[in-house]
């Protein structure tokens, strides 16, 4: 079994979670129900204590991808992060990439689904995105429900609002190919979740 899969991986492919579990997890703190459904759906998951971890588990992604993956990131932050020390992984082509590096506005506890929008994917939709995401978030982010993110997201881009909103809630392959649910989409999906340094932001 591979390091990931040993370190992070919630159930096996094709496991579903029980109606059972659902129940359980909806008494869960929202932090904790968020991170059990994301990894039921097959999300790979980790928490991060430092910025030096942080390098580390992205290196370790980097070789479980191969030599030959390929970084695609609109976020100047995380660019600058990573750049210097994997130049060469970088690339400016979207169609090219095998990874797409960025953050996200929330993360939905009830559905341990991701939320974007144009902020992060400019005009893409999520079937257009590289077949791999690194997700880079902080625990500020978990919200309760998509109404939470929704009504979060107006509330601090009130001024100037993204487009482009897309929840992302499948991680491997749907067992039915054509499920509108899941916009025929899902993403090999890396979330790395860091304490937020500063409670404010």
Request: hydrophobic letters at 35%; one cysteine or more; a negative charge.
């Amino acid at each position: 079994m591979k390091w990931l899969e040993k370190l992070f991986k919630g159930t096996p492919k094709g496991q579903e979670m029980s109606s059972g579990r659902k129940e359980k997890y909806s008494k869960l703190p929202i932090d904790e129900a968020f991170v059990m459904n994301f990894k039921e759906k097959g999300g790979i998951f980790l928490y991060i204590d430092s910025i030096e971890e942080l390098e580390e588990v992205f290196q370790k992604i980097l070789l479980e991808n191969n030599a030959n993956a390929t970084i695609f990131t609109h976020n100047e932050d995380l660019e600058e992060l990573f750049y210097s020390q994997y130049p060469s992984y970088f690339t400016g082509d979207s169609q090219q990439a095998t990874l797409f590096l960025t953050d996200c506005e929330y993360l939905v506890a009830d559905e341990g689904s991701v939320l974007f929008s144009s902020r992060q994917l400019g005009q893409k939709r999520l079937d257009e995105l590289p077949p791999s995401l690194i997700i880079i978030a902080k625990t500020s982010q978990i919200v309760g429900s998509l109404i939470d993110a929704m009504g979060g997201l107006n509330r601090k881009t009130h001024r100037d609002r993204p487009n482009n909103i897309r929840s992302l809630r499948s991680f491997t392959k749907p067992k039915e190919k054509d499920s509108i649910f899941y916009e025929n989409c899902y993403r090999t999906t890396y979330l790395l979740l860091l304490e937020d340094l500063n409670p404010n932001e």
